[in-house]
Antibody, heavy 121, light 106 residues
Framework: QVQLVQSGAEVRKPGASVKVSCKAS????????INWVRQAPGQGLEWLGW????????NYAQKIRDRVTMTTDTSTTTVYMELRTLEPDDTAIYFC??????????????WGQGTLVTVSS | DIQMTQSPSSLSASVGDRVTITCRAS??????LSWYQQKPGKAPNLLIY???TLQNGVPSRFSGSGSGTDFTLTITNLQPEDFATYYC????????FGGGTKVEVK
């Protein structure tokens, strides 16, 4: 069965960086991209970016474009999202989610369990 | 960026009711509109994509319609497990979610 398993909760100070991992299994890894979405406490969903596993292309939300990098390790079927220069407003649950297509941004049909990132001094 | 506006932000309904949620895009997204359901403490669940295509396993009481800038999610014969928050999302350009609609028990 399709599974996306994310790394555990993180606590960082403002200005630090965090790298969240998302290990995929149960499907052909290059046949789908990965979206990253976050949800601040009590708030709605915010799309952060997308990476194509098959060609490595990325597309990032304007709001965080200068601070985010999404990468993939095909040998371990793991996708990573690194967010730098963290601010308290980055406190949120971060989700990885599989897209329905490999090389364009599409909706997400399977989701990870979420990773809570807390930014606090 | 194309912004998405959902209405209402919340609504109260009873089991068996018909519920309609609206999503409006700031410019056309053609048919590239999806709907998700999210329950507290859980990841979102894809219900509908490309405006009206039901994701595998989603009950037929969920339906979607619309085109261009105006879209609707309809739940007929609301069931207890349908009380949740619903989000629309456009994927025509850089994706954006709507603000969400919480469906609560009347």
């Amino acid at each position: 069965q399709v599974q996306l398993v994310q790394s555990g909760a993180e606590v960082r100070k403002p200005g630090a960086s965090v790298k969240v991992s998302c290990k995929a299994s149960g499907y052909s890894f290059p046949s789908h991209g990965i979206n990253w979405v976050r949800q601040a406490p009590g708030q709605g969903l915010e799309w952060l970016g997308w990476i194509s596993i098959s060609n490595g292309f990325t597309n990032y939300a304007q709001k965080i474009r200068d601070r985010v990098t999404m990468t993939t390790d095909t040998s371990t079927t793991t996708v990573y999202m690194e967010l730098r220069t963290l601010e308290p407003d980055d406190t949120a649950i971060y989700f990885c989610a599989r897209t329905t297509a490999p090389t364009v941004i599409t909706p997400s049909d399977y989701w990870g369990q979420g990773t809570l990132v807390t930014v606090s001094s | 960026d194309i912004q998405m506006t959902q209405s209402p932000s919340s609504l109260s309904a009873s089991v068996g009711d018909r519920v309609t949620i609206t999503c409006r895009a700031s410019q056309t997204v053609y048919k590239y509109l999806s709907w998700y359901q999210q329950k507290p403490g859980k990841a979102p669940n894809l219900l509908i994509y490309t405006t009206s295509t039901l994701q595998n396993g989603v009950p037929s009481r969920f339906s979607g319609s619309g085109s261009g800038t105006d879209f609707t999610l309809t739940i007929t014969n609301l069931q207890p497990e349908d009380f949740a928050t619903y989000y629309c999302q456009q994927t025509y350009t850089t994706p954006h979610f709507g603000g969400g609609t919480k469906v609560e028990v009347k």
